[in-house]
């Protein structure tokens, strides 16, 4: 089993900023993607942004150049700093991390959600 806790979610003016933390616990071997997603109210979850263990990142076009995901690999921590945040960033985001476990086998978990709401 592996626990994902997120953290930073709140509300903010148009304009603002906000970092978003999420730590993994549990049986992790090793871990190899984690990200970002996002779901507005009526729409699809999509992602915001990723980073592979290399330190490869991959933004939606939406959010480039205003967001940066990073990730301490000693905490198994994933961090997505959001600048310059605007009313159509505001969803719930949700932290996934894909690694293997303990047990060698595949996981691929999700945060219980942190709200972001940017005001006009």
């Known amino acids: 089993q592996v626990q994902l806790v997120e953290s930073g979610g709140g509300l903010v003016q148009a304009g603002g900023s906000l970092r978003l933390s999420c730590a993994a616990s549990?049986?992790?071997?090793?871990?190899?993607?984690m990200g970002w997603y996002r779901q507005a109210p009526g729409k699809q979850r999509e992602l915001v942004a990723a980073?592979?263990?290399?330190?490869?990142?991959n933004y939606a076009d939406s959010v480039k150049c205003r967001i940066t995901i990073s990730r301490d690999n000693a905490k198994n921590a994933v961090y997505l700093q959001m600048n310059s945040l605007k009313p159509e960033d505001t969803a719930v985001y949700y932290c996934?991390?894909?690694?293997?476990?303990?047990?060698?086998?595949?996981?691929?978990?999700w945060g219980q959600g942190t709200q972001v709401t940017v005001s006009s």
């Open positions: 980073i592979t263990s290399g330190g490869s990142t």
């Open positions: 996934n991390v894909v690694g293997i476990s303990r047990k060698f086998s595949l996981f691929n978990s």
């Open positions: 549990g049986s992790i071997r090793s871990i190899d993607d």
